[in-house]
């Protein structure tokens, strides 16, 4: 072999290790001293990262170690897999940190793809092993290609402006970088030749049956063929560009958040009224926030249908998928599990407490108070107008009660209505009925006929605890 070409072999080589370490700088993705993490499978993306670092650490004064994931799909040659990063380990002189996980096993209990289950497998063990260990990300091989194709995959899902912009580059919230993000595979390949660098190759990349094989394989080089021979470089374009796009609307979402968006223990809620003034982009974006908050596929249909839920009547709800609705209350969109339309009911004596759908209420004896407590938990009624034992239950259709203060009956349903009680409330409410009458809509209202007069004697406290909704749950009116 020429000198001539040995040199121009490493200058080329050169020319990527040059350009990953203005694209760290460009970015910010790595200090100096820093800790790093090198997620290594064993393919040529990996290797050449892995190799890249290696011949920067001294000159950014860097440590590294490798994580790798044995996902068990492939018998022998996933062990041999890792055996091979094991080797690269020794090779590179850094520490190696493996986990074997039950992919298949993951993926039927979720019920999800398997790429799915490897996937949130593989960057759970990242995360955990990056806090373990202490540093300070962990650095993935994904390239231009691979961008690319992530563009046209979220573009045929409808995904919106965030699955355009592509794969972030820097991911804070799991501290994961991706350094080679701007380079092609054909760059990336020719680095591994040119170094003499030895690889894994995963027969599953040759499998059509997978959505991004079939990309890469068929789609990709009818582009290039057929409509234009740039077709990755214009895709890069556009993530860059929306890039830009979901940044902004990052900001202008953040900026609103707090005016509009409320996190509860079990629920998310949007202020409708302050959603309606902002823009419809705006609306989508917050819609969509909530879904992935709650892990539901954000889909164009999905959010389309929630957003109408803005200008819709009180009372409408919408099933979001995954166990979850959204209704639309007086004043807010609500997001929430769905409930079961069943009744649940406690008995309760003439003394003692019960619990119901997270609530304690008790009951005890006494004497007609001289004032009252301007209290909604605690109620006083006429121990001669109930009969023992008293029953605690959900509503039901068809209940009816007197609202103290007023001498005709109304339904319970309606009263609900009056209080801008969301529907699905309506079911965890506690209602203490005496025989077949109401006595108390717990935390509410009391029952008229169960008031204290002056000629009541004997008395029973109720007292409703631990409900976390008292301020929403208390008379409006």
């Known amino acids: ?93 850094c520490r190696v940190f493996v986990s074997r996980v039950q992919t298949k096993l993951t993926a039927e209990e979720r019920n999800i793809s398997m790429q799915e289950a490897a996937r949130e497998l593989r960057y759970a063990f990242f995360q955990n092993q990056r806090k373990t260990s202490g540093a300070g990300a962990v650095a ?46 054909k760059e990336i390949e020719a680095y591994a ?143 929430h599990k769905e409930e079961k339309q069943t009744v649940s009911a406690q008995i309760l004596g003439r003394s003692g407490t019960i619990t119901l759908n997270g609530y304690s209420l008790s009951a005890r004896k006494s004497t007609p108070p001289a004032h009252f407590e301007d209290d909604p938990r605690c109620v006083y009624v006429d121990g001669a107008r109930v009969t023992f034992p008293l029953t605690v239950r959900t509503w039901k259709n068809g209940d009816r009660f007197i609202p103290l203060g007023m001498k005709r009956e109304k339904k319970v349903s309606d009263f609900f209505v009056d209080q801008k009680v969301p529907l699905f409330r309506k079911r965890t409410i506690p209602i203490v009925t005496s025989g077949d009458a109401i006595v108390w809509v717990a935390g509410m209202r009391l029952d008229e006929r169960f008031k204290i007069t002056p000629q009541t004697k004997s008395a029973l406290l109720l007292t409703l605890r631990n409900g976390s909704l008292w301020q929403e749950l208390s008379p409006k009116d």
């Not at 690319?148 to 580059?169: M, Q, Y």
Request: aromatic share 8%; with cysteine.
């Open 193 to 335: 030749r040119e170094r003499h660098l030895r690889f894994r190759e995963d027969s599953s990349n040759r499998s059509d049956q997978y959505s991004r094989n079939y990309l890469r394989h068929k789609i990709f080089p009818a582009l290039k063929r057929h409509i234009n021979p740039a077709a990755v470089q214009s895709f890069l374009h556009t993530s860059e560009i929306m890039k830009l796009y979901a940044g902004y609307v990052e900001k202008e979402v953040e900026r609103v958040t707090p005016q509009i968006l409320n996190r509860r223990k079990e629920e998310i809620s949007l202020n409708a009224e302050h959603l309606s003034r902002t823009h419809s982009l705006l609306q989508h974006e917050m819609i969509r926030t909530v879904l992935e908050h709650i892990g539901i596929e954000p889909s164009f249909g999905r959010i389309a249908a929630l957003c109408s839920l803005i200008h819709a009547q009180k009372g409408v709800v919408i099933e979001c998928g995954g166990g979850w609705c959204a209704e639309r209350s007086a004043g807010e969109l609500i997001f």
């Open 1 to 93: 072999m020429s000198k001539l070409f040995e040199m121009s072999r490493t200058k080329n080589a050169s020319k990527l290790v040059k350009a990953t370490r203005e694209f760290i700088k460009e970015h910010e993705l790595l200090s100096p001293r820093e800790k790093i993490l090198v997620a290594v499978s064993g393919g040529v993306d990996s290797t050449v990262l892995l190799d890249i670092f290696f011949r920067l650490k001294d000159e950014w004064n860097f440590s590294f170690g490798i994580v790798h994931v044995n996902h068990r799909l492939r018998g022998a040659e996933s062990d041999a897999d890792e055996k091979f990063v094991r080797s690269l380990a020794e090779k590179y002189r």
């Open 140 to 185: 993935t091989a994904h390239n231009a290609d691979d961008n690319a194709e992530t563009v046209l995959f979220n573009l045929c899902r409808g995904t919106g402006i965030a699955g355009l912009a592509g794969i972030p580059i820097h991911q804070k919230e799991g501290g994961i970088i991706r350094p080679l993000l701007f380079a092609g595979r």
